[in-house]
């Protein structure tokens, strides 16, 4: 089992290339059974693995072929796979075959059926191939390719310029976080020699000591690109406005993997970053800033995908903040547990979304409790975990964050303060999501119900969204032991006590009437206008970026270095002007300059001049 | 002692009939002016020995080229009108210029030669030895200047022949012209067609008068 | 006769005086005679100084040098009179600036 390991990026990879090959003359249902199949497949050999390495706990590694070899520098194809690979890949492959499934009905009447299972089942084998890495270089490959695939989906719809300008957005965002990154390899490299992430992280003890100033540089460069693939500060102006593709392709990559990979990548390095405790903090205020930002941002938001969008964002700042005080299993449980109700909820909301002929806004949306059920109660489920309700996923997930952060010498209640805050703002904003579309009075009839391809996905993860919390990942052997203190206990039951305060605020305004908010809304309707603009980001952007790259173009646009040619040009046209002027043609004038010439010359011999 | 005097009004007529030459207006008073000037430096030639070059000057610069000059301008028949327009072209603003020019070229050659030292001349040099040399030491030169001769002796007969007149009509406009009677006999064909050919790509010169 | 006892360099600025005269004329006249004629009179200038350096050092050689001098300007009075009758025929003018069409 251990060395076929390579089929399972294989397969999701040779369908996505049939599909291209094939695209338009295949019938739908085949398509649908090779896109949905293959990433079933890969899910069931990532289970029989899974298997295995319970059993076996040993870390597999599989080279395939060296790619390159250039001196000293010889990356191979190589796999690595530990505990840390293995809770990634269940999570690509289950939920990424699950969200396939749930694909097959949304997108049905598509045209372009072909060429979107095309695209996400080449997304899933890049971001099989980023988390089974075991050199930079190749995770760097799969890095680029779920970016190319993010954008192909975002702009799937491409007969409207909006989407492709969203594209475009995305790519160019996580571009620059992908260059910041690409800067950290190469330094990488030159100071260690090597990308294996195994190898790195031994010469990298040996040759820095904590708190060097080179570690530092290289893992705030790899913090960028992170940064930038998870939409965290200050690269997190994209994911709201990828929301533009479909539905399932923000579940899958926008929710559930591609915006984690930032994440697995710190885990993944988390040998370099604690050489560098100043890049770790800055890891922690950056994740929570963000968490806080995006979660005001939500709670004025009414279109439904982007107030999941933002609701991701904060979410994942808070696993940034969890690795960045260093508790990276809790990190990565986060990630998990999140990718089971985010993915959840982003189903959930796309099939409201097809069943109310692509209604977006939630006020125009209600009381579709008893008319949907299915999706109400995925929607409960997953708000619950979302806003980290007792005993569901979330709660242990979130927990664990928060205390590990509270005991962080220092600024560590602080982080645990912010998170607090976080979590209260998540439980309002998440439950005024489903105060608002699922009670009250119904304003827009669905017309369908979701069917068993879209049910049935939703009801898996409704159930993993609920015993998640109780897995326990294998991922003690890839860090460092946290240590093994306790909080006081009533740290701990704040914890507990806030998201319900939460959910019992939303409750009180937006569904039982008990809060009048409105006089509140009056009086800071500029803040909740500050906060709708996500703090004025994307004004802030615009106006300090892409205004003045514009007026540069233009003004490049007229060529002005041509016109240093061009005076090389001019100069020796005036030139040749003056000189044919002075073929006047006339005697007089030659004659004359004959005897000028004569002076000068006698004068030069006599040595008077 | 004699000598020098004669030798330094020689010298000054030169000078003076010179100058009168350069700035006259009228063709036949500067011609006759310039003769004058030869004259005064055949003087000085002679008196400085060089008998045979005295003789020289007179008969064959004054005799025989200002002479041509004079058939010339008789034959070009410019006239008055003539007068006229040199006055016009003699302006000040005209030869202020060129005048600073001759002057500056006059001060260098002054300060070249008033470095030179001796005397003019060491006795009077026979024409016997001029001769002598002559068809000695520089016969070769001569043979060159028989063939610069026959040079400008055919130069000058073509250039003066009437057939390149029939050439103008080629370039001249039907409006512009005032033919000259036609007599040539000795239309060369060829050399006609061959001056076509070569005219072809020019444009017509002017041919107004010029005033 | 005896030598003349002037000094050379005076002979010597007489002829370069003469050449600047006939230089002046040359630039200032418009006139192709004009022009000629004051061609004519810077050959004798220098044929002037050839003579006086010849009689300087008692030797024939200054007279031969006049001697050819004389033949060259001839050809080249005869060779530009032609010329004056051509371009007098074909502009109808005796001005120099009528011939310009080497221009540009």
Redesign the interface.
Known sequence: MRDMIWLIPLLPMLSSISLMIFSGRLPKTLVAFMGAGSVALSALLTLLFAVNFLNNPEPVQLTLWTWIEVGSFNPGVAFYLDGLTLVMMSIITGVGFLIHLFSTEFMQDDDSYARYFAYLNMFVAAMLILVMADNLLLLYLGWEGVGVCSYLLVGFWYQSSDNGKAARKAFIVTRIGDTAMALGLFLLFSELGTLNIQAMGEVARTTWQVGDTMPLIACLLLLAGAAGKSAQLPLQTWLPDAMAGPTPVSALIHAATMVTAGVYLIARTHDLFLLAPTAMMTVAILGLATSLMAAFTALTQFDIKRILAYSTISQIGYMFLALGVGAWGAGIFHLMTHAFFKALLFLGSGAIIHCLHHEHDIFKMGGLRTILPVVFWSFIIGSAALAALPLSSGFFSKDQILLSAYLMPGVGPWLWFGGLVGALLTAIYSFRLVFVVFFGSVKTKPDNSPGLRMAIPLTVLCALAVVGGYFTIPVAEVFPPLGDHHPAFWVEAVSIAVPIVGVAIAYAVFLGGQLKVDGLKNATSGLRQFWFSHWGMDWLYDRVFVRPYYGLANLLSSEPLDRLYELVVSASQKLNQYLSDTQTGRMRSYVGSMIFGLIFVLALSLGVL | ML??VL?YIA?AV??AA??M??TRTN?IH??IY?IV??LG?AV??Y????A??AA??IV??AG??MV??VF??M??N?GEA?SQ??QQ??KPS??L???I??????V??????????????????PVK??G???FGP?VL?VEI?SM??L???V??????RRY??RS?EF?NQPNAV?K?TNESNDSNEAAKTNEQNLSNQ?TA???A??D | MEGLNVPLNHILLVASMLFAIGMLGLMIRRNIIFILMSLEVMLNAAALAFVAAGAHWGQADGQIMFMLILSVAAAEVAVGLGLVLQVQRRFKSLDMDNANRMKG
Do not use: C, N
Request: charged share 15%.
């Open positions: 000598e020098i030798f010298s030169a000078l010179t100058i030459a350069m063709a500067a011609l310039l000037s030869l430096v000085i030639f008196l400085i020995g060089a045979f070059a020289l000057e064959i610069y025989a080229i041509l000059f010339v301008i034959m070009l410019l003539g327009r040199e072209w003699l005209i030869w210029g060129p005048a020019l001759a002057s500056i070229l006059f260098e050659l002054l300060y070249v030669l008033s470095a030179v030292e001796g005397t003019a001349s060491v006795g009077a040099i030895e001029v002598l040399t002559l520089y030169a200047a610069l001769l040079a400008g002796l130069g000058s007969f073509h250039l003066g390149l007149e103008d370039f005032i000259e020019k010169p002017e041919v008068w010029k």
